[in-house]
């Protein structure tokens, strides 16, 4: 079946009313929480669950919004929670709407686009308002909630099945890479690994486009800030593979793709003898200590904190065969071109697919309301 005829099909002699977002909810600001005792209700900001507390601002299924910051953060909670001032809750008339259809009609809308902040992201009220949401009849909806439910569900399934396997791929990578002393040698690890600042390879420009081909590197969870049509200063990374270590947070990726840096705060790490001692297996065994930053710290981590550990040096031999099976663990976990990694990525295309497919509903012609930030 067409997906024409497919909506055709679902929505035969239904006329679909579209209405501003104020008509079938009232949004509603956050609180601060740091009076509320400790408990068992979790506290929402714009990034999520910030901690929990013994008591709630509202009980009922809702969609919170974000108000600043992570602005494209919309969550669906249906139990007690806080919420603070960074995220607003909504009181959703359920006798217009159900609050899992506007949920998931809410994620189709391109926050981004009704940012009003000069600096720090920002979702206005009145913006929000006149977000326009289309309101089929109940049992439309809910047979709509119950498809993409069913696709959540299993996108939901194989992320906690990979949740597992990457904490059984930790706990090999850490035996494998625990040595007794006196069993290998050990050195200080600015023995045997050296860095460079990406002064050199710093990008210039700001014009970032998925076409073009260069990627353009970050410090920190972000990794791949865009893509950049430069053709100088590229660090040429598929030959000589490096470690982007992020000085402040310590958070690192291994790189073998040719790239430009934009963030000075990180350090391109390298063997100082590959013969010797594998880059790789430096890398891996770098990911099996514990974060030992506190929050406040901003000392540059690997000079004052990380070139002073001691890496236990196998013979060569033995670093090939750690890294080898290493490697085969980090493809099943990690790689987003195989193994279950792949598989969450595809079950999360076909979702928003259908998803936005679902959601697509024809208006009334002559009726006048805008979809605001759809895309």
Partial sequence: MSHAKFMEKLLEGVEVEWKA????????????????????VPIYGSGGIMGYVDTY????????????????????????????????????????????FFYYHMKTINLLELDTGAGRPSLTQAILNKIETPVPPLAIQAEI???????????????????????????????????????????????????????????????YRDDFETPVLTAGKTFILGYTDE??????????PVIIFDDFTTANKWVD??????????????SVDESKVLLKYIYYWLNTLPDEQADSDHKRQ???NFANKQIPIPLPAEQNRIVAILDKFDALTNSITEGLPREIELRQQQYEYYRDLLLSFPKVEGETALRIGQG
């Fill in 231 to 240: 053709t100088n200063g590229i660090y040429e990374a598929s030959k000589t």
């Fill in 145 to 207: 909630v119950r498809i993409l439910d069913a696709f959540s569900e299993l996108t939901a399934e194989l992320t906690a099945e990979l949740t597992a396997r990457k904490k059984q791929y930790n706990y090999y990578r850490d035996q494998m890479l625990s040595f007794e002393e006196g069993q290998v040698e050990w050195k200080p690890l600015q023995k045997v690994a050296e860095y460079e600042q990406p002064t050199k390879y710093l990008v210039k420009t700001t014009n």
């Fill in 257 to 270: 793709f040719d790239f430009k840096a934009k963030s000075s705060a990180m350090k391109m790490i390298t």
């Fill in 57 to 100: 601002s509202y009980d009922k299924p809702t969609v919170l919004i974000p108000r600043k910051g992570s602005i494209t953060n919309i969550f669906y909670v249906e139990s007690p929670f806080w919420n603070v001032d960074t995220i607003y809750y909504t009181e959703i008339d359920d006798t217009k709407i159900i609050p899992k």
């Fill in 302 to 304: 690997w000079i004052s």
């Fill in 21 to 40: 977002l104020v008509e079938v909810a009232k949004i509603k600001h956050g609180k601060d929480w740091k009076s509320l005792g400790i408990g068992n």
